[in-house]
């Protein structure tokens, strides 16, 4: 990925972090993105420390002239843009009868209207140059009911299917759009769902009340389990792939 300009959002941490440290690593220059511009500038003082090419670009997904700036910048300064990585994203939990509207606008428009705005805009400078890959971090929960996640399951399910159809529209313009789908990642936002110690050998065991299995192989996925996935798809060993969800999760959707 030498020489190649990609962009991550939701870069100040957990997948999103991850994910910049592996393109870097493999060459690309990165632009990391996020709302937090704090914590945002501290990870990417450190992997700038580490020798990697990296930027901060702080930006809210959910204001549009924000997206356009940050990809004008983008451009500008590191060069054409090849790589969209769509990992920021929130997590509101309860069950549907006691959700707030705020909540569920919320959910949606970072994991779904960020997810548009970012890719119709990368297109948008992909389509003259005929090549780009887009790939969206959307969840297992996209495809498998989950109790009190409803919000976020359809947003990541909207976001799902927004990635494929979009690829389906650019791919006479040789762009490829993919999806990877997490399962249980050691992250902050999984552990903010935990009520005690034990919230990760209960989150891998499952719990048969809630209708949800455990994970087959025994083990909360890693970040960087997820950032190989995104980095697959992204690469040139992924050239006749595109409309395709790559599910990480350990085996917890039993492949479906």
Not at 14 to 37: K, N, S, T
Not at 98 to 121: A, I, K, P
Not at 140 to 162: F, V
């Amino acid at each position: 990925m030498d020489n190649k300009v990609a962009l991550v959002t939701g870069a100040a941490g957990g997948i999103g972090l991850a994910v910049a440290r592996r393109l870097a690593e493999e060459g690309a220059a990165v632009a990391a993105v996020d709302r937090d511009a704090v914590r945002l500038q501290e990870a990417v003082e450190k992997l700038t420390a580490d020798g990697l090419n990296a930027h901060a670009y702080p930006a809210d997904v959910t204001v549009t002239a924000q997206v356009e700036a940050v990809v004008d910048d983008v451009e500008r300064e590191l060069g054409p843009l090849d790589m969209l990585v769509n990992t920021a994203g929130i997590l509101r939990t309860g069950e549907v009868k006691d959700f707030s509207d705020e909540d569920w606008l919320q959910t949606f428009e970072v994991n779904v209207s960020g997810v548009f705005r970012l890719s119709r805009t990368a297109v948008n400078r992909m389509i003259p140059r005929s090549r780009g890959a887009i790939v969206t971090v959307a969840s297992n929960a996209a495809g498998t009911p989950r109790a009190s996640m409803a919000a976020y399951g359809a947003s990541k399910a909207a976001a799902t299917m927004l990635t494929k159809s979009l690829g389906l529209e650019v791919a006479k313009h040789n762009i490829r759009c993919n999806v990877v789908a997490p399962g249980s990642t050691d992250t902050a936002m999984l552990a903010s769902m935990w009520e005690d110690e034990q919230g990760p050998a209960k989150t891998i065991a499952g719990s048969p009340e809630s209708f949800k299995i455990g994970i087959p192989l025994g083990k909360l996925a890693r970040t960087e389990d997820v950032a190989e996935a995104v980095l697959f798809l992204l690469s040139d060993r992924a050239a006749h792939i595109t409309l395709h969800v790559l599910t990480v999760d350990g085996g917890a959707t039993l492949g479906v």
